[in-house]
C-alpha cells in the first residue's frame, strides 16, 4: 500500500487497475500515511493556508429533478425564495468586513433570474469589491450565457460532473439531464478561461467502486482548478429518501487520493462532510483540503436551502460561523487567511 501512495505522489496518477488495489487495499494504518502525504502535498503548494469562500445561496426555486436533492421540482414541500440583488449585495459587504474575498453565486437553475439579472449582479459585486473573486454556481447554462457571464467579471464556475459513467448519472437523473451536456458546460467554461470546479457526492446511490475510479480518471484528464468533493446524505421528501449515507472515511480518502493526483486543486472541505461528522470539515483539512465554503446567506433563509437533511450551521450568523470555522481550523495546525485564494498553477 504505502508503495501506491508512493507512486501516486510521485507520478501524479495510477493505472485503473493500481487504482482498484488502492481502493480495495487500504486500512486505519496505511490511511493514515494516505493523509499525511497529502497534507505534505498540499502544504508545499499552499502552505497552511486554508482559503475562505462566502457562499451566498440566492434562490431555492430550481427546474431540474434530480433525484437526489431537495430542492428538485417535485418537493412541493420546499420552501422557495429568491434573494433581491440590494439583499445579495449587503451578504457581500457583511462578508468583506469578515474577511471574505470570494463570493460563491448558489442557486438552483432559476430562469427568473435572466442573464441580463446576473450580468448586472456580478457587475456590481465586483464594483464594490474590486478585489474579490465572484464564483458562480448556477448550473447548465448555454456557451454564450457562460461567455456573457465572465465578460462580466465571474472569475470561476462550480459545477459538479456528480459521476462521469452514463449509466450511473441517468440513474441519478431524470432523462433530461445528460453526462454529454454536463461535461460539454465543463468544456465549454474551461475553454472560456474559468477556474473551473467539477466534482462529486461520495456514496451516492447506485455509485461502484468501479465509478469511482472512473471519476477519478476523469479528473485527472480535465484537470480542473477546484474539486468539490463530500459524502451523499439522504433528504427525506426525495426518491433517494431511504439510502444509506455515503461514508466519512471513503470521503476522506478520495479527498487525499485528489489532493496527490492534482497537487495544486482547490478542495473544500465540504459542508456536508460537515454535517455527517462533528469534526468532519478539520478532517478533511488533515485529509489534504484547503477551502472551507461557510454561508454567508441571510439567517431567515438558510433552513430553506436544504439539499440534504441535518444541514450545520442552517441557524448560525456568518459572524458566528466565521469564528468558528477560524478555531476549527486552528485544530489542524492550518489557518484562515484573507485571501481570493487563486488557483496556484504549478510548473
Ligand atoms: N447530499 C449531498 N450532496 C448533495 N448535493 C445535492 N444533493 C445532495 C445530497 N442529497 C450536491 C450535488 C450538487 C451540489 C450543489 O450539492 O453534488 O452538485
Ligand atoms: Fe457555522 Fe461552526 S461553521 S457554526
Known sequence: MKKLIDKLEKEQRLSREEFALL?????ADTSAYL?????????????HQVFMRGLIEFSSFCKNDCYYCGL???NRQAERYRLRQDQILSCCAKGYDLGFRTFVLQGGEDPY?????II????????NHPDCAVTLSIGEMSRQSYQAFYDAGADRYLLRHETINQDHYQKL?????TIQNRRRCLQDLKAIGYQVGCGLMVGSPFQTRDNLIDDLLFLKEFDPEMVGIGPFIPHHATPFANEPAGSLVQTLILLAIIRLMLPSVLLPATTALGTIDPTGREKGILAGANVV??????TDVR???????????TGDEAAECRVCLEKRIETTGCHLVVDRGDYKKLK
Request: proline share 5%; glycine share 6%.
Open 72 to 74: 428538485r421540482l417535485s
Open 303 to 313: 433552513s430553506k436551502y436544504l439539499l440534504y437533511d441535518n444541514k450545520i450551521c
Open 293 to 298: 465554503m461557510p454561508n454567508l446567506s441571510p
Open 120 to 127: 448586472d449582479l456580478i457587475g456590481a459585486i465586483k464594483k
Open 23 to 27: 481502493l480495495d487495499g487500504l486500512n
Open 35 to 47: 493523509f499525511e502525504r497529502a497534507q505534505a502535498v498540499r502544504n508545499n503548494v499552499y502552505g
Open 173 to 177: 437523473h431524470p432523462a433530461d439531464l
Open 113 to 117: 433570474y435572466s442573464d441580463d439579472k
